[in-house]
């Protein structure tokens, strides 16, 4: 993976950087790959290659534009091939919101409170030109759990019972979501850039390509019941209640989809986490389920989530849901 990828060197060229220096930085979970581009006069400029048949850069292109038409702050496109996976964008910089709290534990709060009115004003707009967050997909994304981490862990579960389960939990929420929000889906502080080094500065967005329409709760539970890092109880509620102060939803109804979405979100992602490690071999997602699992627990104690709740506690062993869903050593 350290190679270069075929081509780079000509698109480089093509969109005016050639002779710039450049950097590959870490992947993440996809078959995308990031390169800084520098160049002497100490411009910077972001690579992503996004290569088909795996990847397809046009959402994300889509996406930045309706982001940017609304004043919301996606990098600037600078150049694109999209056909051949290239995408040449702003450089937002180091300042990724988890990285920056490690190092200023103390500005949490403030930065978590920055994130959530960032949300406010997102869901403040009419919803954007996407697919809708349709029962389909939240049913397939929960499917996951089923498909991936029962087999891995040797379980014979109730399939059908389970998706039985969750199209009755989320029937409600279904009704309420219309005409909805832009959910970005992957809303966390890996993927929030403060772009003035602070909580305060605007917040540059990255890793939006698979925008729907649905939920204004969805990205409010990728936030704050993180996958890749500790967001504690008493910050999550009162991140809770900053949203419902600014966006004037704090009703019960809210409150049941915020658990309803998180339960949702958190089985899909532990399929996910499952199927990185099975299928791609990439164990390293693996340490992150109980973080997950115990998210997921909470979620189900909540009274909309019974009929889901019962499924858990006929399906999955006690011994794994006690080790929040670890795999053994």
Same mark, same amino acid.
């Given at each position: 993976m350290n190679q270069l990828p075929h081509g780079l060197a000509e698109f480089v060229a093509r969109a005016g950087w050639s002779g710039a220096r450049v950097e590959p930085l870490p992947g993440d979970a996809s078959f995308r790959r990031y390169f800084r581009l520098l160049r002497g006069s100490?411009?910077?400029?972001?690579?992503?290659?996004?290569?088909?048949?795996?990847?397809d850069p046009a959402p994300f292109l889509d996406v930045a534009q309706w982001l940017g038409d609304n004043a919301m702050r996606a990098p600037a496109i600078l150049a694109a091939e999209p056909q051949a996976g290239w995408v040449l964008t702003e450089d937002f910089g180091n300042d990724r919101m988890r990285d920056w709290l490690e190092a200023h534990p103390q500005a949490e709060r403030e930065a978590y409170e920055?994130?959530?009115?960032?949300?406010?004003?997102?869901?403040?707009?009419?919803?954007?030109?996407?697919?809708?967050? /349709?029962?389909?997909?939240?049913?397939?994304?929960?499917?996951?759990?089923?498909?991936?981490?029962?087999?891995?862990?040797?379980l014979d579960v109730d399939a059908k019972g389970y998706a039985a389960a969750w199209e009755e939990v989320?029937?409600?929420?279904?009704?309420?979501?219309?005409?909805?929000?832009?959910?970005?889906? /992957?809303?966390?502080?890996?993927?929030?850039?403060?772009?003035?080094?602070?909580?305060?500065?605007?917040q540059g967005l990255i890793d939006f390509q698979d925008a729907l329409v649905g939920h204004p709760a969805y990205d409010l539970v990728s936030l704050l019941q993180d996958a890749r890092r500790d967001v504690v109880e008493d910050l999550e509620t009162a991140m809770l209640l900053h949203y419902a102060h600014h966006a004037g939803r704090a009703d019960e109804d809210f409150l049941a989809d915020y658990a309803r979405l998180g339960a949702q979100r958190n089985a899909k992602i532990v399929g996910i986490f499952t199927r990185l490690?099975?299928? /791609?071999?990439?164990?390293r997602y693996l340490a992150m389920i109980p973080r997950v699992w115990a998210a997921?627990?909470? /979620?189900?104690?909540?009274?909309?989530?019974a009929p889901v709740a019962r499924w858990f506690d006929a399906?999955?062993?006690?011994?794994l849901r006690f080790a929040h869903g670890a795999f053994a050593a």
């Open positions: 100490g411009e910077s400029a972001m690579l992503m290659h996004a290569p088909p048949p795996h990847e920055a994130a959530v009115e960032a949300l406010v004003a997102l869901h403040r707009l009419p919803p954007g030109p996407f697919a809708p967050y /349709d029962m389909a997909t939240y049913l397939r994304e929960a499917a996951l759990l089923t498909e991936w981490y029962c087999p891995a862990q040797g989320l029937a409600p929420l279904i009704a309420r979501q219309s005409p909805g929000v832009t959910v970005l889906r /992957d809303y966390h502080a890996e993927n929030i850039m403060l772009l003035g080094g602070r909580p305060g500065a605007p490690n099975v299928r /791609d071999g990439k164990p997921l627990e909470r /979620d189900l104690a909540h009274p909309a989530l399906n999955i062993p006690q011994t």
